[in-house]
């Protein structure tokens, strides 16, 4: 074999073994388990600014007197709740929260497809963000109807079928700035799955005209 030969065989063998290396990386990556992710927030969350959260697209400089730029739990907060790309599924006892309202609001206009899950007692409540939801075209239904003093006291939210959001945090403003609260958020699915048989046994429990009390 001439040297030439020999020099191509040679260069084509490191080309051989570069793409083999390259291709099992590439594998190992596809077939590495995917951190399951988990976290916890705790609150009273500190002030901040959350419009570049809630309003990325804004071309106005926001002039509130909170301080920007700072992580606290309430953003970690909404930007996992607008992590959501598909579909969100919330319950929750008290929703008068107005930024996290707005941030509901942005994932509906996204094309999200919500279905909203609340007290029917505490919809009607002066500040409940409710009545703006409904108005917005998102399906919300009431549960208490049927059970005389039995509150529907959830506090969770289910994004893209993959994602628990969960706690004693009400959607308040009261509990995100001045309670003791925690949030866990989660994709175990075995934690996920009984919160999503939940949502969705009482979805269909509170079906408009199944009681005479509900609204949809």
Request: net charge positive.
């Amino acid at each position: 074999m001439s040297a030439v030969w020999m020099v191509k065989v040679v260069g084509l063998g490191l080309v051989a073994i570069s793409l083999s290396v390259e291709l099992l990386g590439w594998l190992g990556r596809r077939l590495r388990p995917r951190k399951i992710r988990n976290e916890v927030l705790f609150f009273p969350s500190e002030m901040s600014c959350v419009e570049h959260i809630v309003n990325p697209n804004s071309p106005y400089t926001c002039l509130c007197p909170f301080p920007h730029g700072v992580e606290t739990s309430f953003s970690r907060l909404l930007r996992i709740l607008l992590s959501a790309s598909s579909t969100l599924d919330l319950c929750v006892f008290a929703f008068s929260n107005m930024d996290l309202c707005r941030a509901v609001l942005a994932l509906h206009n996204k094309g999200v497809v919500m279905r909203v899950l609340t007290d029917k007692d505490y919809a009607a409540i002066t500040g409940s963000q409710i009545g703006v939801l409904r108005k917005a075209g998102i399906c919300v239904r009431c549960d208490g109807g049927s059970r005389g003093s039995v509150y529907m006291h959830h506090k969770f939210a289910v994004v893209d079928g993959r994602l628990l959001i969960t706690g004693s945090l009400n959607w308040t403003l009261q509990a995100v700035q001045a309670n003791m609260e925690n949030v866990l958020v989660t994709e175990e699915p075995d934690l996920l799955r009984p919160f999503i048989k939940e949502f969705d046994r009482l979805w269909v429990c509170n079906e408009p005209g199944q009681h005479h009390s509900l609204g949809t």
